[in-house]
């Protein structure tokens, strides 16, 4: 469970670091909307290395990703009630960044069961996203 919270604990730096750092490009200097919401993709992309680095077993970076999504979904509900996220973050319809964090974190589940621990290739899940 060490690692689980460790990779975590990580992950969340990473990802709070990278969108500052967006939002903060942003706010200096003038990107268009669709590169910004691509350098958003980047971001979240990039992190799979670290899922890929930081754990050492893949159920436990399954778990973390499904973890993660479930602990999110609810904080991004919450949020979209404060804030309005079509703008910060660019959404094209209400709603869309909780359900593609929902079904990117899935996604990163879902690869690190097949590709990592059914085919025992930890490389083949970066490989399917590149």
């Not at 690692?3 to 990473?14: A, K, S």
């Not at 990703?65 to 910060?88: M, N, Q, R």
């Not at 590709?115 to 996203?129: T, Y």
Request: proline share 2%; aromatic share 16%.
């Amino acid at each position: 469970m060490i690692e689980l919270f460790q990779g975590l604990g990580i992950l969340i730096v990473y990802y709070i670091l990278c969108a500052s750092c967006a939002l903060l490009l942003r706010r200096f200097v003038r990107i268009p909307r669709e590169v910004f919401r691509k350098l958003l993709h980047f971001i979240l992309l990039g992190s799979l290395i670290l899922w890929t680095y930081v754990f050492r077993t893949w159920w436990i970076a399954s778990l973390a990703a499904l973890t993660f999504a479930a602990a999110l979904y609810p904080l991004l509900s919450l949020a979209e009630k404060i804030f309005t996220f079509s703008d910060l973050f660019i959404e094209r319809k209400a709603g869309e960044i909780k359900h593609s964090f929902i079904t990117v974190f899935g996604m990163f589940a879902a690869l690190n069961g097949i590709c990592w621990g059914l085919l025992g290739k930890k490389w083949l899940v970066l490989a399917c996203i590149c």
